[in-house]
Each structure stands twice: as C-alpha cells, then as structure tokens.
C-alpha cells in the first residue's frame, strides 16, 4: 500500500538533547513538508522540500533542521535550540505543483514529541 | 503573506441535521487552491473538499458542499444529514505556489 510513515508514534525527550522524527513516504511524491501542531493552534509549517537536496524554511523554523537526500526520506530533527518542542507533529508530501494542477497533500499519522 | 481565518473555535450539531463552517482568507496570489481537511479523534489528517479559485462553480463531495465567494474571499463548508463519524476537527487551507495555509481549526461536535 502507498502511504506515508512516520516514527515513532511517541517520543520522550529530555531537555538539551537533539531528536530525530523520522518520515518516509513511497508514492513517488516530489515535495515532502513538516507541520507542527499545538492546541487551538492549527498547524503550522516548520520546513518543506520541493526537490530532492534542496528546502525551505516554513513559518516557524528556528530550533529545526531537515535533509533530503532521497526523495521518499524527509526526516525532522528537533534541537535543543526549539525552546518548546513538545507538540504533534505531522509529515505530508503531494505532487510537485504544475501550472493549473493543484497540490493535495497527503499525511503520515504524526509523531508526538513530549519533552520531559 | 497568506492567512486563513475560522472564526468558530467549536460548532455542534444534532445528528441528521446541517451544520456550515466558515472560513475567510487573505492572499496576493491570483492562482490558488482551496481545502477542507478533517482531523477525526485518530488525528489522521483526511481531505474532505478542495475548490480551484479560477472556478466559479461550488464544489460538492456527497454531502459535502462549499459556499466560494472569492470577491468577500470566503470559502464556508456546509455538511448535510450530518453524522457521527463527521465529528472532527475541521481546517480550512489556501494552497498558493507552493505550500498550504492552515486556519486555526472549527472542532465539530455530532449530537445524536
């Protein structure tokens, strides 16, 4: 079945320590991003990579770093620089965007990232 | 800059009956796209409805239809003989060149 992973399903970190929150998608898909999602928050974009080896900052990108170096691997690290990283976070990937077309995007089942 | 706006932070409904969401919108861009997706207790992140800004028909998904005025740059669902697998919480997005603008969410409570 195509589809998007991401894992694990929970994560405990504890303060001053990196992680990584792994997604990996096989629908051939060429853009990846990273939402992250706080209560009464919606979600917010944190990166995105519309090709592979090149991305770009979202809105709140501060304390996180990506790589993508394969197309269906797009992994999130979260560093001791994000001040509050304890949220949901969701992976998505969709179709590059043509003229005319448009991008839906397909999510994982998220990572829940609690920093103890 | 994009921004989605929902104004209802909670909407609840008895079952059978019609409920409509609202959600206005900002953006510079003349080609765009725009989405409902509905998060269920499973927090899987489901599309429900999209609608091409270029269209002036309103989009429908069986019992889902939108209400598009793009000069009031508004974009409201309404859900018909609701049921109690739509509740949910419900988002509204933009789609622009390349990324997707979320609201803050409506969460959709089913009365039986």
């Known amino acids: 079945d195509g589809g998007i992973t991401q894992s694990p399903k929970y994560l405990f970190r504890k303060e001053g320590q990196n992680v990584t929150l792994s997604c990996e998608q096989n629908?051939?898909?060429?853009?990846m991003y990273w939402y992250r999602q706080d209560p009464g928050q919606g979600l917010r974009l944190i990166y995105y990579s519309q090709i592979v080896n090149d991305f770009q900052k979202g809105d709140i990108a501060e304390g996180y770093s990506v790589s993508r170096e394969k197309k269906e691997s797009f992994p999130l690290t979260v560093t001791s620089a994000q001040k509050n990283p304890t949220a949901f976070y969701l992976c998505?990937?969709?179709?590059?965007?043509?003229?005319?077309?448009?991008?839906?995007?397909?999510f994982g089942p998220g990572t829940r990232l609690t920093v103890l | 800059a994009q921004t989605v706006t929902q104004s209802q932070p909670e909407m609840s409904v008895q079952e059978a009956e019609t409920v409509t969401l609202s959600c206005t919108y900002d953006?510079?861009?003349?080609?765009?796209?725009l989405f409902w997706y509905k998060q269920p207790p499973s927090r899987q992140m489901i599309l429900v409805i999209r609608?091409?800004?270029?269209?002036?028909q309103n989009a429908t998904e069986n019992r889902f239809s939108v209400n598009f005025q793009k000069a009031a740059k508004s974009f409201s669902l309404k859900i018909s003989d609701s049921q109690l697998g739509d509740a949910a919480m419900y988002f509204c997005a933009i789609g622009g060149a390349q990324k997707l603008v979320f609201g803050q969410g409506t969460r959709l409570t089913i009365n039986p």
């Open positions: 953006t510079s861009e003349s080609d765009y796209y």
């Open positions: 609608q091409e800004a270029y269209k002036q």
């Open positions: 998505a990937s969709s179709m590059r965007r043509l003229l005319g077309s448009y991008n839906e995007q397909f």
């Open positions: 629908l051939n898909h060429d853009a």
